[in-house]
Every structure is written in structure tokens, then in C-alpha cells.
């Protein structure tokens, strides 16, 4: 076994190379603005639900609370006309890929087994 001097065994351990704890993970300013972007939806779609609900009702009084909370964090201007339009159509193309995976589960499970669904006694 090797011997120590007293100093040695008193230092911090080395982090490996390459690693510093000077820096630290830095947060993705797209992710954020897009997160922004969404949360502004948020509000906005809350804005129209409340007079629906009614603001004296319980799911409206829940609903304006959630506006007032969450409307302080979006920057006024974060949603605009053709972002409106972009997250729309994002959400349908997500929608339109959703359908198309379950369609195919839906094969895949029809082309089974004859006589029933794969796994099932008839």
C-alpha cells in the first residue's frame, strides 16, 4: 500500500477532466420563449372560458385564479396572430400523426389471431 502524506489526504478530490463546477447547466432560451409562447395560449384560452363558466361559479372562480397566476409570467405580445395560427396548426398535425399510429395499432391488432383479438379464447 502506498504511503500518503498528511496534505494529500486532507485535499478535496479532483472532479475528472473536463468537468468544472464553475459552470452549470444553462437553460435553452428557445424552449423557454416556446414555453412562454404556449402558457400566453394558456391565458388566453382561459380568458374564454371564464365568461362561460361564470366567474362566480367554482370551476370559473378556479379557472380565474389559474388566469391571475399564470398571466403574470406572460409577456405582453407573446402570442400573436400568426403564432395563434402556427400552434394550431401544430396541434392538428399532431393530431392527424396521433390518428395515423392509432389506425395502424388498429391493424396490427385485427390481423391477429382469426376468429378474435390476438391473446383472447374465442
Known amino acids: ?16 477532466m473536463g ?21 400566453g395560449m394558456i391565458v388566453k ?10 366567474a362566480s361559479s367554482e370551476p370559473g372562480s ?23 395560427k402556427n400552434m394550431a396548426e401544430q396541434t392538428m398535425m399532431k393530431a392527424t400523426q396521433n390518428n395515423q399510429q392509432m389506425q395502424a395499432l388498429k391493424q396490427q391488432g385485427a390481423g391477429g389471431a382469426p376468429g378474435g383479438t390476438p391473446g383472447m379464447a374465442a
Not at 26 to 35: C, I, L, S, V
Not at 64 to 73: E, F, R, T, V, Y
Open 19 to 39: 468537468v468544472s463546477s464553475a459552470t452549470g447547466p444553462t437553460p435553452n432560451k428557445g424552449y423557454e420563449a416556446a414555453g412562454l409562447q404556449q402558457l
Open 1 to 16: 500500500m502506498p504511503i500518503q502524506s498528511p496534505a494529500a489526504a486532507t485535499q478535496p478530490p479532483q472532479a475528472p
Open 62 to 84: 378556479a379557472a380565474l385564479k389559474a388566469l391571475n397566476s399564470l398571466a403574470k409570467h406572460v409577456p405582453s405580445g407573446s402570442v400573436t396572430p400568426a403564432s395563434e
Open 45 to 54: 384560452q382561459l380568458e374564454r372560458v371564464i365568461p362561460l363558466l361564470g
